[in-house]
């Protein structure tokens, strides 16, 4: 089985050792049953450090894009580190080199690509090229809810849904300023669509669970492609 594995920023953002040894050893379960692995990294605090203060001196978008890019290649590069054993050592930069690079049969590891482009959508890509079985969204909350989790106390968790639910539930709270994208933006959602890629929203602190997602069992939200 093939997997992609997009995990947020916010994961690296907590400084949690004992997540990323549990990570590691998720990842060594998971390749340990041939199965195929990507990783995709989101760039957390600090992207959105930098994105603001460049902002506030008057940066434009695409540089902005730029600094978040390139925070999230640097969470990719620590979990190459820390995967050396197992992962391709130079984190892609663009979907090319991801392809050749897959072919080695390593864990590929990558952020982002290029402006305008959210690592969401990068995972939505590599999803595509490599015929992943499943895309699954590793994020602070435990799915999809049909409202803001963080606003809402009220806010109900979806456990099945399509991509036109999704963009209604999204469409409200969606952005696409550097810095600010949600679960899922509009390209990701429309490459979602096109190749037919099921995907599984999770809370990351049960990233140990990803292997029961591989045996068939239902974890957090499933979004089917309309």
Do not use: C
């Not at 008057?58 to 190459?80: C, F, K, Q, T």
């Not at 140990?208 to 309309?226: F, H, M, Q």
Request: proline letters at 3%; charged letters at 25%; hydrophobic letters at 45%.
């Amino acid at each position: 089985m093939k997997l992609v594995l997009k995990i947020s920023g916010k994961f690296f953002d907590e400084e949690n050792i004992e997540s990323l040894i549990k990570l590691k050893k998720t990842v060594k379960q998971i390749i340990s049953e041939n199965n195929r692995l990507a990783i995709v990294t989101g760039g957390g605090a600090t992207a959105r450090k930098y994105i603001k203060i460049a902002r506030e001196l008057g940066v434009n978008e695409a540089h902005l894009d730029l600094l978040g890019i390139w925070a999230s290649r640097l969470n990719a590069y620590l979990l190459a580190f820390i995967l050396s054993d197992v992962s391709y050592m130079k984190v892609p930069e663009n979907i090319e080199e991801f392809i050749e690079r897959w072919e080695s049969g390593k864990v590929i590891i990558t952020g982002g690509f290029q402006p305008g482009q959210s690592t969401a959508t990068v995972a939505a890509l590599v999803s595509e090229a490599i015929g992943a079985d499943y895309l699954i969204l590793a994020t602070n909350v435990d799915g999809v809810y049909d409202k803001d989790p963080r606003y809402y106390t009220d806010a109900k968790l979806i456990p099945r849904l399509d991509t036109v639910t999704l963009r209604k539930v999204l469409e409200s709270s969606q952005s696409v300023k550097a810095g600010t994208y949600e679960l899922l933006d509009p390209l990701a959602i429309k490459i979602i669509e096109r190749s037919r890629i099921k995907v599984v929203v999770m809370n990351y602190k049960r990233l140990d669970k990803v292997l029961d997602i591989i045996k068939g069992n239902e974890i957090g939200s499933i979004i089917e492609p309309a």
